[in-house]
């Protein structure tokens, strides 16, 4: 009995990291998106280079938030790391469905998705084993 109270705060406890690290990769996104929109007003680069810079963006911060969400679980990384990307995932098109008026799914979009969870299970790879 005393085994499966531990599991259950276990995974209370690690939930709430993983969820921790989703938070991070969010915010860092929103700084670096809002950095990008910056240099796009006030230069010349082409507008072309979004979609690459949002993708690149949102992969890193899912990479760094996993690998804090990981550091302080030290098990399961690649799960952990694939729930951080998934749930940054998630938060991003609940709000893009809900803001954005003609949201749909497309090639872009499972291309996210895609980068995104590979981009959590590295991190959690990297975090898990950061200590070692």
Known sequence: MEKTENNKIGFKGNGIKVLIGSIISIVISII??????IVLTYTNIPESIITTAVIIISALSILVGSIISAININKNGILNGALVGAIYMITIYLLSSI????????????IMIIVSILAGMVGGIIGVNFHK
């Open 32 to 37: 670096f998106l809002l950095i990008i929109s």
């Open 99 to 110: 803001l954005v008026s003609g949201f749909q799914m497309n090639l872009q979009s499972v």
